[in-house]
């Protein structure tokens, strides 16, 4: 299976709440595990990344949890600001270095 | 160093045109991917390639269709007599040999009329 299956489709949330985004995958030979921000009109931006062998990572206001055992990641974003409001997509790279990406999330941070 | 560098930005074709992405690579980078972004949708895989080799195509549909990325020059995505249903963004991505980062361009967005 090479789907990534990705939650919410929306999320509104208000300036300085935590944002939280949510990646579940089947493909157990998925070794790297990047989330990527797209502002409208623009190419996607790598944000942050984690391999399975650490449990959680961050990187400022932005955190990946990760449950290997789950096969599940996700992204926190912390102290959310309006400037944060672009679409997110959470990705699962194997072997043969392809990205298969989540659908994606669009983020709305309410001043 | 210059990011991932695709022209044009904009691209309008008739049915029935061809149409030609050009995609140049971060330098150093031997590795090129093309995603296609429907609109309101997430990308999809459509092929990967280093110098003179199509790596994996799996994503490409099967008909007017074709990628390359010669020894010299961008790597082109090639969609010959396009139909409406071929508008979308086409977006490039290249990464280091052996690296899994991927960095994107900006995009080419493909409308056809």
């Known amino acids: 299976q090479q789907q990534v299956k990705q939650s919410p489709q929306s999320l509104i949330v208000q300036k300085g709440g935590i944002s939280i985004i949510n990646c579940a995958y089947e493909n157990t030979a998925f070794d790297y595990f990047p989330w990527y921000q797209q502002f409208p009109g623009k190419g996607p931006a790598l944000l942050i990344a984690?391999?399975?062998?650490?449990s959680e990572k961050k990187e400022g206001r932005f955190t990946i949890s990760f449950n290997k055992s789950a096969k599940q990641f996700s992204l926190h974003i912390m102290d959310s600001q309006p400037g944060d409001s672009a679409t997110y997509f959470c990705?699962?790279?194997?072997?043969?270095?392809?990205?298969?990406f989540g659908e994606g999330t669009q983020l709305t941070v309410n001043p | 160093n210059a990011g991932v560098m695709q022209n044009p930005r904009h691209l309008v074709r008739r049915r029935g045109q061809e149409a030609r992405l050009r995609c140049s690579p971060m330098?150093?980078?031997?590795?090129v991917y093309w995603y296609r972004q429907l609109p309101e949708e997430g990308l999809k895989f459509m092929v990967y390639?280093?110098?003179?080799?199509?790596?994996?195509e799996s994503g490409m549909p099967k008909e007017r269709f074709s990628a390359e990325f010669p020894k010299e020059g961008p790597s082109i995505l090639r969609i010959q007599q396009v139909v409406r249903g071929d508008s979308a963004a086409y977006f490039c991505?290249?990464?280091?040999?052996?690296?899994?980062?991927?960095?994107f361009g900006q995009g080419t967005r493909l409308t056809v009329v």
């Open positions: 330098k150093g980078h031997s590795h």
């Open positions: 991505a290249s990464s280091p040999l052996g690296y899994t980062e991927a960095f």
């Open positions: 984690i391999r399975p062998d650490v």
């Open positions: 390639l280093q110098k003179e080799n199509i790596i994996d």
């Open positions: 990705a699962a790279v194997g072997s043969g270095s392809r990205l298969t």
